[in-house]
């Protein structure tokens, strides 16, 4: 027979069962919605790290005093004026164009603190940052990666398009193993003490024309698209989109969305 040792919670004595318990009711899945509408890029970035360290230091907190304060979770839907951002590992020499032309083209470069290389936001671009305490969901980074890549493949199956994924290279793709393959979600992130930000950014009636002054993603030979090019469109509509992903989010992750207004 296998005897288990009582856990203890501040001060008290608890069994392994009352512990799952304890535990798992402290974890929560309400996640903040914000949708923020054009917002320049560095004051987003901003605001990310505030949520993101503001969670991380109830965490810290919790741990230093044995206590067990619930930490929050926010999802920030944004569009970003012309602006390109390099990743920790990305090469600088996957931007093709110099200061001067991206002036004369209104866009910005700003390199950052997530993963992967180089990425392209614009106008008609959905991005969605999750800056989630994974406690509260599971913890495997990895995982957290393949849902977001479902939550858009499965959005993406509701305008009949059949998203995948491509072996290698995170993000979304069309027509993958093909010469046509094209991508048509970008994502990249940060975890820090199981905390996420940065996330996705999902071409819906994006200009395509300034994919042209980078590599995607340091990715040589693949092309980009927008799902209203891929639907013979002049545009989709950006909120129905975005129900359609936050519905998928919430079954995913089995979270509670609770909208707040915006910044």
Same mark, same amino acid.
């Given at each position: 027979?296998?005897?288990?040792?009582?856990?203890?919670?501040?001060?008290?004595?608890?069994?392994?069962? @009352?512990?799952?318990?304890?535990?798992?009711?402290?974890?929560?899945?309400?996640?903040?919605?914000?949708?923020?509408?054009?917002?320049?890029?560095?004051?987003?970035?901003?605001?990310? *790290?505030?949520?993101?360290?503001?969670?991380?230091?109830?965490?810290? =907190?919790?741990?230093?005093?044995?206590?067990?304060?619930?930490?929050?979770?926010?999802?920030?839907?944004?569009?970003?004026?012309?602006?390109?951002?390099?990743? =920790?590992?990305?090469? &600088? *020499?996957?931007?093709?164009?110099?200061?001067?032309?991206?002036? @004369?083209?209104?866009?910005?470069?700003?390199? &950052?603190?997530?993963?992967?290389?180089?990425?392209?936001?614009?106008?008609?671009? &959905?991005?969605?940052?999750?800056?989630?305490?994974?406690?509260?969901?599971?913890?495997? &980074?990895? =995982?957290?990666?393949?849902?977001?890549? *479902?939550?858009?493949?499965?959005?993406?199956?509701?305008?009949?398009?059949?998203? @995948?994924?491509?072996?290698?290279?995170?993000?979304?793709?069309?027509?993958?193993?093909?010469?046509?393959?094209?991508?048509?979600?970008?994502?990249?992130?940060?975890?820090?003490?199981?905390?996420?930000?940065?996330?996705?950014?999902?071409?819906?009636?994006?200009?395509?024309?300034?994919?042209?002054?980078?590599?995607?993603?340091?990715? =040589?030979? !693949?092309?980009?698209?927008?799902?209203?090019?891929?639907?013979? %469109? !002049? @545009?989709?509509?950006?909120?129905?989109? %975005? *129900? %359609?992903?936050?519905?998928?989010?919430? %079954?995913?992750?089995?979270?509670?969305?609770?909208?707040?207004?915006?910044?």
């Amino acid at each position: 027979m296998r005897i288990f040792t009582p856990f203890r919670v501040g001060a008290m004595k608890i069994s392994f069962k @009352e512990a799952i318990g304890f535990f798992t009711n402290r974890m929560n899945k309400n996640v903040a919605l914000q949708d923020l509408g054009l917002k320049d890029y560095k004051e987003t970035w901003d605001y990310q *790290e505030l949520l993101f360290q503001q969670t991380v230091d109830i965490k810290i =907190k919790n741990r230093r005093e044995d206590t067990q304060v619930p930490t929050p979770n926010h999802f920030l839907f944004v569009e970003h004026p012309h602006v390109y951002t390099l990743g =920790k590992s990305g090469d &600088i *020499e996957n931007l093709l164009v110099d200061e001067t032309i991206l002036a @004369e083209k209104g866009a910005k470069f700003y390199k &950052i603190n997530r993963g992967g290389d180089i990425t392209y936001h614009g106008p008609g671009q &959905i991005v969605g940052y999750p800056i989630l305490d994974l406690d509260n969901f599971f913890t495997d &980074i990895h =995982k957290y990666l393949r849902l977001l890549e *479902e939550m858009v493949i499965l959005t993406l199956e509701e305008y009949g398009l059949k998203a @995948e994924r491509s072996q290698g290279e995170t993000g979304v793709w069309l027509d993958v193993g093909t010469p046509f393959a094209r991508k048509i979600c970008a994502m990249g992130v940060r975890a820090s003490r199981w905390v996420t930000m940065h996330g996705f950014a999902l071409n819906v009636n994006s200009d395509l024309g300034y994919f042209d002054m980078m590599i995607p993603c340091g990715i =040589k030979g !693949k092309a980009v698209t927008s799902l209203n090019v891929e639907l013979g %469109k !002049k @545009e989709i509509s950006m909120d129905e989109v %975005k *129900e %359609k992903l936050l519905t998928q989010f919430t %079954k995913l992750f089995e979270a509670e969305l609770v909208k707040e207004n915006r910044v």
